[in-house]
């Protein structure tokens, strides 16, 4: 316990030694860390929380390094944490991440963090957004991370985010319909990096018209994502980027009414999906059941009870069959 109390103050102080072994320890699924997750949980939430996700190799490492640079010019400390579902540790993707990363490596106000196992209290977004957790109470500036767009779980871990970003190419801007289902929903503000590359003119304009369609109606307390160009691998549009990030961030001072429904929402997205990963855990095959799960189990099977129904009353929420 002592031990927990002398971890948790090391984390509240920024220590990146304790902060790195916690993440450890989330990533290996150490049940053992939970009541410290649930103690710095409630510590955090005063640091903007910055998403971006796009398709793989889109350019988001880059224009995460050129943003971590200039928020470093305002004086901010940052925290990035790369999510990866799909390369083991030693993956490419995650060695590329490193590289584009390496000149924050020796600044002290920055902290990186890859993380691509899935540990066992959940799944990659439950480790994820633990590992969130722990960085929003360590007082940095800002946090950014950074996940591929592919898949529910990286779209579950933006729900950890107060803005997204959603970075396109002009070429996969070709049709702003093969946007993975959701990420028009959920970006705030859209990016069409390397704009050096034929189409990007034309991605922009796709991507507005897809903004203005779907927010024709806004009152003045929504927020209107922005669309706007960047060439990452020089730095061009980055003040831009960042500029939107801080209007965005604005917006919601004023309509604190607005951001309260917002934090709701995505609170609604990380609980459904905590439930969500309980479940498949406690009851995936092989798994240790409760008594009632095999009862439950032979009425299925001696057609005395529906498998819904059963769910149902394994649930405890028999009554509402
Ligand atoms: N031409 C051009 N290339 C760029 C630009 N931005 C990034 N790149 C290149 O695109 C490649 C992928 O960049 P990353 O930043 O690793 O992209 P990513 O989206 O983080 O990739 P994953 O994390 O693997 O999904 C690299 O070779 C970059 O140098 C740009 O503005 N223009
Ligand atoms: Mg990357």
């Known amino acids: ?50 998403g971006i996700t796009g398709p793989p190799g889109a350019g988001k490492s880059t224009l995460a390094d050129r943003l971590v640079g200039l928020w470093r010019q305002q004086g901010h400390s940052v925290a990035v944490l790369a999510v990866d579902p799909s390369s083991p540790l030693t993956g490419g993707a995650l060695l590329g991440d490193r590289v584009r990363m390496g000149r924050h490596n020796a600044d002290r106000g920055v902290f990186i963090r890859s993380m691509a196992s899935r540990g066992c209290l959940g799944g990659l977004a439950g480790a994820a957004g633990d590992a969130l957790i722990v960085l929003d109470a360590m007082g940095f500036g800002r946090i950014l991370v950074e996940t591929v767009g592919t898949g529910q779980n990286e779209i579950d871990i933006l729900h950890h985010a107060g803005s997204v970003v959603i970075v396109q190419t002009p070429a996969g801007g070709d049709d702003v319909q093969a946007m993975k289902a959701g990420m028009l929903e959920i970006g705030d503000v859209f990016v069409v990096n390397k704009a050096d590359l034929p189409g990007a003119d034309r991605a922009v304009a796709q991507l507005r018209d897809s903004v203005a369609f779907r927010h024709h109606m806004a009152g003045p307390e929504l927020w209107v994502p922005s669309v706007l160009k960047t060439q990452a691998s020089d730095g061009s549009g980055v003040v831009a980027l960042d500029a939107a990030l801080s209007a965005h961030i604005a917006h ?32 995936r095959l092989g798994a240790a059941k409760p008594q009632r799960f095999a009862c439950a189990l032979d009425d299925v099977v001696a057609r ?17 069959a």
Not at 24 to 41: D, K, N, T
Not at 262 to 271: D, K, M, P, S, T
């Open 1 to 50: 316990m002592d031990d927990l109390d002398t971890l948790y103050e090391a984390v509240r102080r920024g220590e990146r030694r304790a902060a790195a072994r916690l993440i450890s320890q989330i990533e290996a699924g150490e049940r053992a860390v939970a009541p410290l997750v649930r103690r710095l949980y409630q510590a955090g939430g005063a640091t903007p929380v910055i």
């Open 252 to 283: 919601f001072k004023d309509f604190p009414q607005a951001w309260a429904r917002r934090q709701r929402l995505r609170a609604e997205g990380i609980l459904v999906e905590r439930l969500r990963e309980i479940l498949r855990e406690r009851y």
């Open 304 to 320: 005395r009870a529906d498998p819904y129904s059963a769910a149902l009353a394994l649930l405890g929420e028999g009554g509402l």
